[in-house]
C-alpha cells in the first residue's frame, strides 16, 4: 500500500484504495469488538480516526496498549465515514507500533494544557494541536516572505550575525567572545592577549538594516530575513532576546512608498495565511482568539489608518484616558498607548509617522521642520508596534551632523558615509519583527508562544 501524510488523504479522500499512515496516537476508545484510533501526523490540524478490529493481528497485545503518544505505521483501506464530522476513516489491516509512551509519565495527555505549562516541555510542545499549528503557519509565512519580495524583483542578502556596527545605538547588544584565549589570533608585538577574537569588540547583530543599505545601493530593492538579537532587560509578552526580522531596504523610495510596500506587506502575508492555513486559523479562532477571524478580515478590508506622531500626541492627551506612562511630546509611544490608538480609537491597523527627532536613531532623514524625521510605525490591534520604518538620511552633511549629535564616531562610520559620498541616492525600508506577524495571525498573547525556542531574560534552554 501506499503512504501518505494524513493532509493529503483528507484532501484526496482516495476511496477504496490500500493506504498506509504513520504518525503519533492522539486518542484511543474501545467498543465492543473494535478500537477507534486518531491519529495525527503533523501535517495538518485534523486527526484521521482509524477503525481497528478485534480480529486484527496483535490486537490484545499491542492495539489494546495504544495510548496517547505512541508512534505507529497503520495500513488499511480508505471508507467514507458514517459519523459526524469527518468524511472518511482508515479500515486498519494492519497496525505496527513503532515506539510507546508511557501514560504515566508522558506529560501530554488528552486535556487542554496551559500555555505556561507546555513552555516547560519546549521538547515536547509542538505536538500539541496549537503549538503544531503555529509551526506550520510559522513555515507557510516564511514562504510568503520570500514569495512577495521575489515576485517584486527584490533580492534576498543575507547580512551578518556577527557585527562591529550597532545600529539601533540602544545598547542592547550581546557581545560576542572566545574563553579560549589560546584562540585569540595574536599581533606581533602585541602582549595583552585578552583583546577580543576579532581583534575589537564585535556583538550580534539588532538589525541588518546598515549592511543591507549597501546592498540597496548597488542591487536597487533587497531584503533580509534573518535572527536579530536584542538584550532587552524586559520581561513583556512581546520582546524576545532573540527574533527575526523581515527588513526589505528600497532604493529610489522615499517615505510614503515605504508605507505603501509595508501595508501591502501585511496584507499580502494575511492574505496568504487565510488561504493556506484555514484550518489552523479555524483552530486559533476557536481555542486561542475569538476575535481573531474579524480581525484579520478587517485587516484586508480597509486601509490604514493614518496619522503623525504630533497628532497621535495630540489625541492621547486629549481623550481623558489614564495611561500607566505618561504622554507629552517628545516621549516614545508606549505599548498601552500604540494599543488604545488602533484599537479604540481606529479599530484598525495604524501607521504613525514623523517621530521627534530625538526619540529616532541617526540614520533616519530629518524632515524639513528639523525636529522630525521621516519615520513610520505600523501599530496593530492587541500589538502594537508590528514593523518600524524610515526613510533614510542620504545628505552626507546631514547625517555627519547626525552622528556627531549622538555622540557616534564619524571613523566607525566611515563606509556608512562613503555610500553618502559615493552615489548616494534616497532610500528607504522598514523591519517587521516576524513573531509579533505570528502572534498578530494567531491571536497568541504571549511572544514565547509563536517561535519554537524562546529566548528570554533568565531562560535560553529548551
Ligand atoms: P519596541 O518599541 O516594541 O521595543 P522597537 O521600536 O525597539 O520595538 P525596532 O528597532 O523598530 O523595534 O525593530 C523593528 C521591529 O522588530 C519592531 O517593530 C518589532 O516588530 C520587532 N522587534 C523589536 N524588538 C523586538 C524584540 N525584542 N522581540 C521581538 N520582536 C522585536
Ligand atoms: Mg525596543
Ligand atoms: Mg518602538
Ligand atoms: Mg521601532
Redesign the pocket.
Known sequence: SHYRRIRQILKEQPLGQAVEIKGWIRTRRDSKGFSFLEVNDGSCVANIQVIAEENLPRYQEDILRLTTGCSVRISGQLAASPAKGQDVELKAAEVEVYGWADPETYPLQKKRHSFEFLREIGHLRPRTNSLGAVARVRSALSFAVHRFFQEQGFQYIHTPIITTSDC?G?GEMFTVTTLDLNNVPRKEGRTDFSEDFFGRQASLT??GQLEAEIYCLALGNVYTFGPTF?A?NSNTS????E?W?VEPEMAFCDLAQDMEVAESFIKYLVQYVLEHCPEEIELFNNFVDKGLKGRLAAVLEQDFARITYTEAIERLTTCGKKFNFPVSWGA?LQ?EHERYLCEEVFKRPLIVSDYPKAIKPFYMRVNDDDTTVAAM?ILVPGI?????GSQREERYDQLLGRLEEQGLSREDYGWYLDLRRYGTAPHAGF???F??LIQFVSGMAN?REVIPFPRTPGSASL
Open positions: 539601533e540602544a539588532v538589525s536584542r532587552e512581546r520582546h524576545l532576546a527574533f526580522m516614545d505599548s510605525d502594537g508596534e508590528i514593523i518600524g523591519g517587521l519583527g513573531e509579533r511572544i
